[in-house]
């Protein structure tokens, strides 16, 4: 039985949530009521707009567990707020940042960049310790200024101990960056706890949310660290100063926000938080985690099937990679997409990545899918 929020149409298996979620029934109408309110009557109720865009900044203030609503920005992308941590801070010449290898090119290239700043970026194998985690502390020296990581790695699924690297970042006086794409919306969360001082995330993954609206979490001392590199009427402290004599940045975090808000965009993101935040992200993260476990089961049991995703005991994700024996993945994946399974080519393998509201029988039927493809293909 599909579930109410997610009426997709019967003979097609959604399994994309890392790359770019479908939206739930209550997000639709949020937005086609928005539409049509702005069709009938302007701006007539930008001030119930405002109220919209306050209840947002708490539910991402409930979902990251951030200390106050003062610490979250409302940005266009996670590579945005990346950028703004690149290139908000003053670096000197020799200094480090370390990362891992599997990160995604939004995690990458805004560090990578600042190399003609005399900063190194240092990309640890994750693979080269028994722990991932140590095989970041492995590159740290004493003139690592910043550490980088994602939370999930996109390809392989992989889960960092992230209360594991906050201790060490505080221990050794180095700022720590998550990138939480994969993450929210999917598991548990809590910046607090990791003791991060940047935080960020896309809304339209696994948060169900449109494209082109973000969050951008900040710790008041790491925040105040960081140079404004956008300027405009809304990171003003008094956004009605129209007149701008004098003006003053906005002590809180909506500083990284410079222009109009992203009006449509709140109205669906916020309708989308509202159903993770009513059903309780603990039970999101179980039902995740056990879909994404079932799969798992079904591929080793599978002949032709081999898991490229590390079974985590301890961390465990919603992504699943895994390839045939012996059809390219390049051919699983156009047979996939054929036939309605909607997945995504990543990391050496085909990548699935189920949600909470999958029911057993539409990942029975996925893996279902793969002995349907056309013998004539033959081995690679």
């Known amino acids: 039985m599909k579930h109410p929020e997610f009426p997709i149409t019967d003979n097609l298996i959604y399994l994309n949530h890392a790359a770019v979620a479908p939206w739930p029934v209550r997000t639709s109408q ?30 991402l203030t409930t979902l990251l567990n951030a200390p106050s609503v003062n610490d979250i920005a409302l940005v266009k992308n996670t590579s945005e707020a990346l950028s703004f941590v690149a290139y908000g801070l003053t670096w000197n010449q020799g200094d480090n940042i370390v990362s891992s290898q599997e990160e995604f090119p939004s995690n990458r290239i805004p560090w990578q960049s600042l190399s003609n700043q005399g900063v190194e970026f240092r990309e640890a194998d994750l693979l080269s310790k028994p722990e991932a985690e140590d095989a970041l502390f492995a590159l740290v020296d004493a003139n690592t200024r910043l550490l980088t990581i994602s939370s999930i790695q996109f390809a392989s699924g992989r889960r960092m101990d992230l209360e594991k690297i ?21 598991v548990e969360f809590d910046v607090q706890a990791y003791q991060a001082d940047f935080v960020m995330a896309d809304g339209h993954k696994w948060m169900f949310g449109p494209e082109g609206l973000g969050v951008f979490y900040t710790n008041p001392d790491s925040r105040a660290a960081l140079k404004l590199t956008q300027y405009g009427w809304h990171m003003m402290a008094n956004i009605h100063n129209y007149e701008n004599q004098p003006w003053d940045i906005h002590p809180h975090a909506q500083r990284f926000e410079c222009g109009s808000p992203n009006m449509l965009g709140i109205h669906a993101w ?30 080793d049991a599978h002949k032709q099937l081999s898991l490229l995703t590390t079974r985590q005991a301890l961390h465990p994700s919603g992504i699943v990679l895994f390839k045939h024996n012996t059809i390219t993945n390049n051919q699983l994946y156009t047979h ?7 997945c995504a080519l990543r990391g050496g393998g085909i990548r699935f990545s189920p949600h909470f509201y999958h029911s057993k029988d539409e990942l029975d039927r996925a893996i279902a899918t793969i002995d349907l493809i056309d013998k004539s293909i033959g081995p690679r």
């Open 270 to 299: 916020s309708a989308s938080l509202s159903l993770l935040l009513e059903i309780g992200m603990d039970k999101i993260e179980a039902a995740v985690l056990e879909n994404a476990m079932y799969l798992m089961d079904l591929i």
């Open 30 to 59: 949020a937005v086609k009521a928005f539409a049509e309110q702005n069709s009938a009557f302007g701006s007539h109720y930008y001030l119930n707009w405002l109220q919209k865009e306050k209840e947002l900044r708490q539910q």
């Open 336 to 342: 996939l997409q054929k036939n309605n399974v909607v």
């Open 166 to 186: 906050g201790q060490f970042c505080k221990d050794n006086n180095i700022l720590f960056c998550i990138d939480a794409i994969q993450s929210l919306g999917a």
